[in-house]
């Protein structure tokens, strides 16, 4: 599943037109909010506006994304580590074959981006993993209470995080229970939302 973000509507229009072209593709606009496994996102002369909602996706679905920018983009190295930005398309190589080629390579767990923003966006990614990692200290959750806030931000059930840690459901809806009422919560939503806005997600 990929989705397109673009300032333009007659430029993101276009984009998913194109991409609908690729067999085996399902491809739609990243204003309908459908989880995506990859959003391409045209970032040209506008990146700092656009980093909220791709933040928002990354942490929500873990989606990968693909910026296709300007030289402006690299003062927004921290905001594109945080939105899980895997690959880097100048705008003046943007063409078909290679946008195609970095959404196969981002579907295929690869990353690409000119060697010294790489470097640059392999410290800021770092630092916002040591950022995730000092937060969930500083509020005293275990690696088990982050697991399971993490896999219902994915939108998994109990059945499927039980299956996916190899844990009882008891011991998950224990985990919840243990973390609502530590920190005042009322559901599941508001837990992965708090844990959101921790920085711990």
Partial sequence: ???????????????VKLLEKLPGLSVHP????????????????RSGQTM????????TYGSAVVVIADESVEAELTALAA??????????????????AAIRRTLG???????RVRADLDDQLRSVRVGRT?????LGLSEREIAVLRHLSEGLDT???????????RTVKYILWGVMR???????VHAVAFAIRAGVL
């Fill in 182 to 188: 530590r920190f005042s919560l009322r559901n599941r």
């Fill in 159 to 169: 059945s499927e995080i039980t299956k996916a840690m190899k844990i009882s459901e």
């Fill in 109 to 115: 767990g690869e990353e690409a981006a000119p060697p």
């Fill in 1 to 15: 599943m990929v989705s397109v973000l673009a300032g333009e509507q007659l430029r993101e229009t276009g984009i």
């Fill in 134 to 138: 000092a937060a969930a200290i500083r």
């Fill in 52 to 59: 909220r909602p791709l933040i928002e996706s990354h942490e």
């Fill in 83 to 100: 939105a899980g930005v895997t690959s880097i398309l100048h705008v003046a190589d943007a063409t078909w074959s290679n946008l195609l």
């Fill in 30 to 45: 990243f204003s309908t909010g459908t989880r995506s496994d990859v959003v391409v996102a045209d970032l040209t002369g």
